[in-house]
């Protein structure tokens, strides 16, 4: 399911406050490394439920994210 525009631009990492990139399934923060799942259109940006990415994943996630 795809998230707004509006949405996407104003979101950030709770655990950072930097922006997130949306990869069509998920936010991800690169600069951290976490992904953050989105549940039936709505972002869950908690620290505690983010999933930290290793090397592989990363690299598919930014692959995603400039398809998105």
């Known amino acids: 399911m795809a998230l707004d525009d509006t949405l996407k631009a104003i979101l950030v990492c709770p655990q950072d406050r930097g922006p997130l990139v ?3 399934d998920a936010l991800y923060n690169p600069r951290l490394r976490r992904k953050y799942r989105i549940d039936d259109g709505i972002p869950v940006l ?6 930290t990415v290793d090397d592989d994943e990363h690299q598919r996630l930014m692959s995603a994210a400039e398809q998105a």
């Open 22 to 24: 949306y990869t069509g």
């Open 46 to 51: 908690l620290v505690d439920e983010a999933v």
